[in-house]
């Protein structure tokens, strides 16, 4: 059974980059299309975008210029980092498994929620 | 890109069926079979209940079924249960090789 887990600091300060790491068990992360979601409270789903096991990467348009991911396959986990966080970027950030270029979630973390404050 | 259109609410009682609406444009929903529902409750991550418009995963229960025509996509809930109350979104693949969410919707089971 595949499980995705996000690890990273539960506070960041304005200004800074938040960073989040989603540790894959169960399953190897030399395929599918490995993605970050996130949702601020009480507010809809946002895809941030995906990177692939090649490392080939597709982001949010909105979220394209302060977006970096990152996969480490040696280590079976891959990475977001979010620049110039504000209040806004205060979210519960997911980790999922796209399955196929159509996207699918098949798999997801538990989440991670995210605070922006100073 | 902007997000897929849902109603807000729907509401059911327990055995009753029912239906949610996500419409998008031709760029997505509109141009390829790639629409997927979500359910999430309350704290928890969401569940794939639906991939590719109609396939369901492997566990989900066949009371869940989805259909397409033209830029709107629906998710029917057939024998509406209890646990069945929860956030529904829908997803679509876009023109962009991206992937935009609907807004949600509330499913109360009355």
């Known amino acids: 059974q595949v499980q995705l887990q996000e690890s990273g600091p539960g506070l960041v300060k304005p200004s800074e980059t938040l960073s989040l790491t989603c540790s894959v068990s169960?399953?190897?992360?030399?395929?599918?299309?490995w993605t970050w979601i996130r949702q601020p409270p009480g507010k809809r789903l946002e895809w941030i975008g995906y990177?692939?096991?090649?490392?080939?990467?597709n982001y949010n348009p909105s979220l394209k210029s302060r977006v970096t991911l990152s996969v480490d396959t040696s280590k079976n986990h891959f990475s977001l980092k979010l620049s110039s966080v504000t209040a806004a970027d205060t979210a519960v950030y997911f980790c999922?498994?796209?399955?196929?270029?159509?996207?699918?979630?098949?798999?997801w973390g538990q989440g991670t929620l995210v605070t922006v404050s100073s | 890109q902007s997000a897929l259109t849902q109603p807000a609410s729907v509401s059911g009682s327990p055995g009753q069926s029912i239906t949610i609406s996500c419409t998008g444009t031709s760029s997505d929903v509109g141009g390829y079979n790639y629409v997927s529902w979500y359910q999430q409750h309350p704290g928890k991550a969401p569940k794939v209940m639906i991939y590719?418009?109609?396939n369901r995963p492997s566990g989900v229960s066949n009371r869940f079924s989805g259909s397409k025509s033209g830029n709107t996509a629906s998710l029917t809930i057939s024998g509406l249960q209890a646990e069945d109350g929860a956030d529904y979104y829908c997803s679509s693949f876009t023109s962009s090789s991206t992937l935009v969410f609907g807004g949600g919707t509330k499913l109360t089971v009355l």
């Open positions: 590719d418009v109609s």
């Open positions: 999922a498994r796209g399955n196929g270029i159509q996207l699918w979630l098949d798999y």
């Open positions: 990177i692939s096991y090649s490392g080939s990467t």
């Open positions: 169960g399953g190897s992360i030399s395929s599918y299309y």
